[in-house]
């Protein structure tokens, strides 16, 4: 579609299609963290990682190619993305019993994207959706008061980290218009190939020797991430950011945190607290009065 503003080819309004695949992305990311705590528990984080990467790798390796101009921006959003987020990720997950706590703490990526596009893009921010940010940051930090959450501390501050480099991988992601998701991806997957890959030889040798022995369970768990999550989820996710800024396609993955809250009490059986409850709303309301504010703005940089 050619483009018909000035935002680098992106097309206004919200439309129906659009819609769709922001709801398909939420349900993916969504139960994805079950796949993801069932993978690095069967296995081990970093080589997890790796064989998520490789399936990547594979699935979209037809798609692989050098893409001139461009490479910079794909080897860095390759790193970022498919290396140090797993990295960040997996190990928040292994060292984490609670894991709806790690889904709310995940909603750090919207006021970490927002910011960082009004720092790099210049994307005008007003009032409203500075309370909605500031509200959103507050309920994460209402975990920390949480006594059932005090073990979880560390797989917290990891989830923290993987949600600012998922916000930059955001903004990388705003350089790559007009270059297929699955090659983006392909690219996502071979650098993370290389990353967790290497760690896991390093960290995680004797995980590494026995794939060879994984599973038909243990694989479904891993393909459901590869395919489920990072080339059709984190595809959609890319392929919103090429038609729409990051302001209005960031506050959308509020949906995924409430599933993943829901699915992960259910199967694993740990029912949220009270104030886990209380700061996954206040959490929940900040990014809600970004989107609506942003939605009723238009959202014009």
Not at 23 to 49: C, F, H
Request: net charge positive; hydrophobic share 60%; aromatic share 6%.
């Amino acid at each position: 579609m050619a483009p018909t503003n000035d935002t680098g080819g992106q097309t206004p309004g919200f439309g129906a299609r659009d819609m769709i695949v922001a709801v398909a992305m939420n349900l993916l990311w969504g139960v994805n963290i079950i796949a993801v705590k069932m993978a690095v528990t069967a296995i081990a984080p970093m080589t997890a990682g790796f064989l998520r990467q490789a399936l990547v790798l594979l699935v979209c390796l037809g798609s692989l190619r050098i893409v001139r101009g461009r490479m910079a921006a794909l080897s860095a959003l390759g790193i970022l993305s498919g290396g140090a987020f797993y990295v960040a990720t997996n190990l928040s997950l292994a060292v984490t019993h609670n894991i709806g706590a790690l889904a709310i703490a995940g909603q750090l990526g919207v006021p970490f994207s927002l910011l960082l596009a009004v720092l790099f893009f210049h994307e005008r921010i007003r009032l409203p959706r500075i309370i909605g940010i500031a509200l959103s940051i507050a309920g994460v930090a209402l975990l920390l008061f949480d006594p059932g959450l005090a073990s979880e501390l560390p797989g917290l501050a990891l989830t923290a980290l993987a949600s600012f480099i998922w916000a930059v991988c955001s903004l990388i992601q705003r350089r790559l218009i007009g270059v297929p998701v699955l090659t983006i991806y392909a690219w996502v997957g071979f650098w993370g190939s290389i990353v967790l890959g290497a760690i896991a030889l390093v960290a995680e040798p004797a995980a590494i020797r026995a794939i060879p022995q994984l599973g038909p369970g243990t694989l479904g768990w891993i393909a459901f991430s590869a395919i489920g999550s990072t080339v059709a989820g984190q595809g959609a996710m890319s392929w919103l950011l090429q038609r729409h800024p990051v302001s209005i396609v960031m506050p959308l993955t509020l949906a995924s945190p409430v599933i993943a809250v829901i699915a992960t009490s259910w199967y694993f059986a740990t029912p949220p607290t009270m104030l886990m409850l209380a700061g996954g709303a206040i959490a929940m309301l900040g990014v809600a009065i970004v989107t609506i504010r942003t939605a009723r703005a238009g959202d014009t940089p």
